[in-house]
């Protein structure tokens, strides 16, 4: 069967023989191969340049928002599904735009929440290797093809992270936040782990070797709210933004 799923690469939208075979992230970040590389980064710089323009014009006027985060892999009966709907819909209600990366799972339910409530549904995709697709409850999406310009749309246009269960990419955005709070490059910005049972452990871990060795300071580890109750985020996250 023809395979009839675009794959995007930015703006772009190809399919079938037209997809590539690797990704942009890839061929810049890959240094093996031809030394055509010493000729042809140079001009990345400027595609990249490309990528943080639409980005900014796209979410320049976006207003108060907040990036939920979680697994693409979360089925719609996980009792996770319907806490990303409800923790959007509440986070709308109360005057605040959801940013999700876009795809399926967590991050579909979160959009849904949004859009259903009448709010802003915003969703950054990715160029990948195995197309995601953005899903049908982004109201205002952008494709990107380099993380780290994503990564910069997730931090600058919100004002904290609600963070679900989910694998690495979650884990990457969670640390990254985590980084730039820690360092001042972010003054104030709260993180929500919704799931007590999922996020303990590694809580523990945080507590019981990095604090313990002296890794990280005990106003580190506050910098996470850990709870199970959608009510009990929304408003913890609303009273830290005031």
């Known amino acids: 069967m023809t395979d009839r799923t675009p794959h995007r690469q930015g703006p772009v939208q190809m399919r079938r023989n037209q997809i590539p075979e690797s990704t942009t992230d890839q061929r810049l970040l890959d240094s093996r191969g031809p030394t055509d590389w010493v000729h042809t980064d140079p001009w990345r710089v400027l595609r990249i340049q490309a990528e943080f323009i639409e980005g900014f014009g796209a979410l320049a006027e976006l207003g108060p928002a907040v990036s939920v985060f979680g697994s693409a892999r979360t089925k719609p009966d996980d009792p996770m599904y319907d806490n990303a709907h409800q923790i959007a819909a509440k986070l709308c209600a109360a ?47 952008v494709n990107f093809r380099y993380f780290f310009v994503r990564k910069t749309m997730f931090v600058k246009y919100a004002q904290g992270f609600i963070v679900l269960p989910g694998g690495f ?18 003054t104030s910005f709260p993180i929500v782990l919704f799931g007590t049972e999922y996020w303990g452990g590694l809580v523990d871990w945080l507590r019981g070797s990095m604090l313990a060795d002296g890794k990280v300071g005990e106003h580190d580890i506050d910098m ?9 985020a929304v408003s913890w996250f609303i009273a830290q933004d005031s």
């Open 95 to 141: 005057g605040y735009a959801v940013i999700t990366g876009g795809g399926p799972g967590a991050m579909e339910a979160a959009n849904r929440g949004a859009s259903e409530c009448g709010g802003v549904s915003v969703g950054l995709g990715i160029e990948l290797p195995h197309e995601q697709g953005m899903n049908e409850w982004v109201d205002l999406g």
């Open 169 to 186: 990419g979650t884990m990457d955005e969670l640390f990254e936040a985590l980084t730039l709070t820690q360092t001042g490059k972010v």
């Open 224 to 232: 996470l709210h850990l709870t199970d109750d959608v009510d009990e």
